[in-house]
């Protein structure tokens, strides 16, 4: 065999693709039943239900029967005899965890295409830290969700990131890429760098003299750096200056007595004194006690009204009397 014809046997040809699996392939359907059920949150229930008719017309395509239990919380599939291809339960069962996870019917569907898969990236147990796992994810997302639709974009895949998972749908080889950039990401690499590495990767995978070439010399390296941020204590304590000479011996019971003049008193002078500077304490304590009773007996201070401001009369407003008494007068009349 020559080596053209070796080579053509090995190499996939571009653009081609599997014969896809029909009724034809198997008529006689499957021997055995086969079922898997999910679990989904209480805030999934609504959306659910509303959309639960038309995941059973859709499954009913392949002759998978679809049930959901809304008080157990849990959704179920499993095969019955007209089933031919056995495959699709499994595709089945990818569509009702992403359902679960968040993800519309819409773009859920296409996981039952052959070129199609799937793949839940639990990321809740990755980083220790609650507080660093919530920063991390929002790196992941990015400012208005702009780093979410640049590895879309990049991976022809979509990723939706819902709680402690990041749920992805796409090709086989987007969905390897969508993994690295999720964990390189929540192990503290940015993914802008993991970003570039796959675009560098995708622009020598285009040209054909570098397929077979190691690729390590033209893709770009980073380092990381390690700053270390160690936690400052509340009360930092300054150190003394320093002296050759050592510090001096503290003063004894004896010394202290000596000092006072109480060494040469004798025991029951020494009772007396204690019980002196004890009546002197209570006495104080007491008074301190008193003080505080009193401030609650103490009337606050009541807000001051401003003063008002007094109203000027002006000397040359009179009152005319005659006038009045003549209104007052046509007044009577009129009534009469």
Request: hydrophobic share 30%; net charge positive.
């Amino acid at each position: 065999m020559t080596e053209d014809k070796q080579d053509d046997r090995l190499t996939v040809p571009e653009g081609w693709k599997d014969k896809p699996f029909t009724r034809e392939d198997n008529p006689r359907g499957l021997l055995v039943e086969s079922s898997f059920s999910v679990l989904f949150p209480k805030y999934r229930e609504s959306y659910l239900s509303k959309v639960w008719p038309l995941v059973k017309e859709i499954l009913s395509e392949y002759s998978i029967e679809a049930e959901m239990d809304l008080i157990k919380g849990s959704l179920s599939v499993k095969t019955t005899r007209k089933t031919y291809d056995p495959y699709m339960i499994i595709k089945a069962r990818d569509l009702i965890t992403l359902l679960a996870r968040s993800v519309d019917l819409e773009q859920a569907k296409r996981v039952l295409e052959d070129d199609v898969a799937c793949d839940v990236i639990k990321i809740g147990s990755m980083v220790a830290k609650k507080e660093r796992f919530i920063k991390r994810r929002k790196r992941l997302i990015g400012p208005g969700g702009t780093t979410l639709k640049a590895i879309e974009c990049l991976t022809d895949c979509y990723v939706a990131v819902q709680g402690n998972t990041v749920a992805a749908l796409g090709p086989h080889k987007g969905l390897k890429e969508v993994r690295k950039i999720v964990e390189d990401c929540m192990n503290n690499i940015h993914p802008f760098f993991t970003i570039r590495t796959i675009m560098e990767k995708h622009d020598l995978a285009k040209n054909p003299d570098m397929r077979n070439e190691n690729w390590e010399a033209y893709l770009p390296q980073y380092k990381g750096k390690n700053i270390s941020k160690r936690k400052q204590p509340m009360k930092k304590k300054t150190k003394k200056v320093y002296t050759p000479f050592p510090p001096p011996q503290p003063e004894s019971k004896v010394d202290k007595e000596l000092a006072s003049g109480e060494y040469f008193l004798k025991e029951h002078e020494r009772k007396q004194r204690k019980t002196e500077l004890k009546r002197q304490k209570q006495t104080q304590s007491k008074q301190e006690r008193q003080q505080k009773r009193d401030k609650s007996f103490v009337a606050p201070d009541e807000p001051q009204e401003p003063p008002q401001k007094k109203v000027k009369v002006a000397q040359d407003s009179k009152v005319n009397l005659d006038k009045l008494k003549q209104k007052f007068k046509k007044i009577s009349k009129k009534k009469q």
